[in-house]
């Protein structure tokens, strides 16, 4: 489980906004950063529902070409308008795009998977 201190070095990345975990079936374990608590559990649920979904697919993938190495997805971000949910694991950040530094905000959340 993410401790405070994890989520708050996320905190501590470029253009982060809030940061979270998650379990696999979407409840909001922690979460910390200027989101109420409801916003962070829908964000819970998203999360574990596109690594539900990118499991699928890339399992769906693999079948279909033959080729390995896709399954289990280890992490992903989806961008939308202003922001991305940055996922490794079932810890993510919220980060502003015109902010953010992708390879950080990855290299920081490899550490807790």
Excluded: R
């Amino acid at each position: 489980m993410a401790t405070l201190s994890k989520l708050k070095e996320l905190m501590s990345l470029p253009g982060a906004v809030a940061a979270g975990e998650f379990s696999d079936d979407g409840k909001l374990l922690a979460y910390y950063g200027d989101i109420s608590e409801k916003a962070a559990e829908i964000a819970a649920l998203m999360c574990a529902a596109n690594k539900a979904t990118g499991n699928m697919q890339v399992k769906g993938w693999s079948a279909y070409t033959g080729k390995d190495g896709f399954w289990p997805v280890q992490g992903f971000a989806v961008a939308a308008g202003k922001y991305a949910a940055c996922i490794m694991g079932n810890v993510g950040v919220f980060v502003e795009l015109d902010k953010a530094d992708f390879d950080k905000t990855f290299e920081t959340l490899s550490k807790y998977i």
